[in-house]
C-alpha cells in the first residue's frame, strides 16, 4: 500500500507515512508554512504545518473529508488566494476549496476521471486539467488534456533542492 515520502538534497529516502492506499496531490502555501496532501483512498486532504529548512510535516489536520461528494479527490494545485483546486476522479469535476476547507466552486467536465490540475500560461491564470480513459461513450475525450480560463491565478510551483543524476 502506499505512502509518502521525503527526498532529501543528497538523495536519501526517509518514509514519513505508510498504508496510505493511493498517495496524490500535493501543494504549499504561498508562504511556505503548509503542506497540502491528497489521500485518495481516505477521500480526504490534509494540511501539515511544514519547516522548508528541514522538511519536516507537523501537525497533521484533515481539511477536507469528502466521503459525500462524488469521486474521489486526486490531483491538487493551489491559487494566490490559498484556494485548493482538487481534482476528482470519478467525479467528472474540479472541486474549489477556501484555506479553510470549505467548497466554494466547482467546474465539471464531460469525463468521468479528471486525474490532476495546474495553473498555467504566461499570468498564471489558466486551468491545465488531465483526465484518463474510463468509462466508454464519453465522445472520446477520455485521456484529453483541457484547458480553462478561470478568474484566479496560480502560484508558480515549489522548486525542490533535490537534483536529478
Known amino acids: 500500500s ?7 538534497p543528497d538523495g536519501a529516502v526517509r518514509n514519513l507515512f505508510k498504508g496510505t492506499g493511493c498517495s ?10 503548509h503542506f497540502y496532501w491528497t489521500c485518495t ?4 486532504i490534509f494540511r501539515f504545518d511544514y519547516d522548508r529548512a528541514s522538511g519536516a510535516l507537523t501537525n497533521r489536520h484533515a481539511l477536507i473529508v469528502s466521503t459525500d461528494l ?7 494545485t ?16 474540479i472541486h474549489t476549496y477556501t484555506p479553510a476547507g470549505e467548497r466554494i466552486g466547482q467546474i465539471d467536465f464531460p469525463v468521468a476521471n479528471v486525474s490532476s490540475v ?7 491564470d489558466t486551468l491545465y486539467v488531465t483526465t484518463a480513459g474510463g468509462k466508454e461513450g464519453a465522445d472520446g475525450l477520455e485521456g484529453a488534456l483541457f484547458r480553462v480560463r478561470v478568474a484566479a491565478r496560480g502560484l508558480p ?9
Request: positive net charge; glycine residues 18%; proline residues 3%.
Open 157 to 165: 510551483e515549489f522548486r525542490s533542492a533535490v537534483r536529478c543524476r
Open 24 to 33: 496524490n496531490g500535493m501543494a504549499f502555501s504561498s508562504d511556505g508554512r
Open 41 to 44: 483512498t481516505t477521500r480526504t
Open 118 to 124: 495546474i495553473f498555467g500560461g504566461p499570468k498564471l
Open 78 to 93: 493551489i491559487d494566490t488566494d490559498g484556494n485548493l483546486w482538487s481534482a476528482r476522479w470519478g467525479g467528472y469535476a
Open 2 to 8: 502506499g505512502g509518502l515520502y521525503l527526498i532529501t
Open 70 to 76: 462524488k469521486g474521489v479527490p486526486d490531483g491538487l
